[in-house]
């Protein structure tokens, strides 16, 4: 697998129109990132790239070759949404143990954590539990990682980290990223698309994010 594309979407909310004119592609080996204002439908973009959000029309292509069946039902696609999605309950080792991620390795990094392999996901602090969230998805062997907004509710010395691991991941992976930390999404991203009044549009200056009204400012 060496590219992914998506386009042809119509996506409606009732009368709304939230998605018509995307086109993107992702390459292994690179990050694509996304950004785009509140609601402008970056996280509708990953549930259907996902699977479980079905629009009017899609076509999602690998290799050129079109995806009928969606890509969770294919074991092939990690999906990181906003929410804390892990079972309160849920040891860290537990956590770590499911996802086929290397504790160890994980505590010598975050050396808060060294102590904390036994702790339930519940009785971490929100930052904490995103940090485990984001860490154990980009760690994960699926080949398709999307993220959404994985540095939200982190401390920038967490921030930072996991922004080096994710590019560091990107060797075998598709990665597609959206957040509101643009700064970050520009340092960690080879490739950019800003989604505007339901459509995509591929950015190749930093000038453009304040063209399009993305930025007040550079
Ligand atoms: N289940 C739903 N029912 C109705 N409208 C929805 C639903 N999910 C999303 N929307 C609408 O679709 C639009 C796109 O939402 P989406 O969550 O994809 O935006 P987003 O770009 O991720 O926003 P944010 O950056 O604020 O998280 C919004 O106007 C939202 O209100």
């Known amino acids: 697998m060496k590219k992914l594309e998506i386009d042809n979407i119509e996506l409606n909310f009732g009368t709304k129109n939230v998605l018509q004119g995307i086109y993107f592609k992702a390459e292994v080996g690179k990050i694509t990132g996304i950004l785009g204002s509140n609601g402008c439908g970056k996280t509708s973009l990953l549930r ?3 699977g479980e959000l079905k629009p009017k029309s899609k076509l999602i292509r690998i290799d050129s070759k079109p995806i009928l069946q969606p890509m969770y039902s294919k074991g092939i696609v990690k999906y990181l ?3 804390h999605y892990i079972p309160k309950s ?3 080792k537990n956590i770590f143990h499911f996802n086929d991620v290397d504790y160890a390795a994980f505590a010598d990094l975050f050396p808060d954590f060294k102590d904390k392999r036994h702790f339930k996901f519940k009785q971490l602090s929100g930052g904490e539990k995103r940090l485990i969230e984001v860490y154990t998805t980009i760690k994960s062997p699926s080949k398709i990682l999307l993220l959404d907004e994985p540095f939200s509710y982190l401390a920038p010395i967490y921030s930072e980290a996991l ?3 994710i ?3 990107k060797e075998d992976k598709f990665i597609i990223i959206t957040d509101h930390h643009y700064k970050k999404i520009l340092d960690v991203s080879d490739q950019l698309y800003l989604i505007k009044d339901g459509w995509s549009k591929l950015i190749t200056s930093n000038e453009q994010l304040v063209q ?3 930025l007040y400012s550079l």
């Open 81 to 83: 949404p906003q929410f």
């Open 167 to 169: 590019a560091r991941s």
């Open 48 to 50: 259907i790239l996902f």
């Open 212 to 214: 399009y009204n993305y």
């Open 163 to 165: 922004k080096e691991e």
């Open 90 to 92: 849920l040891t860290l």
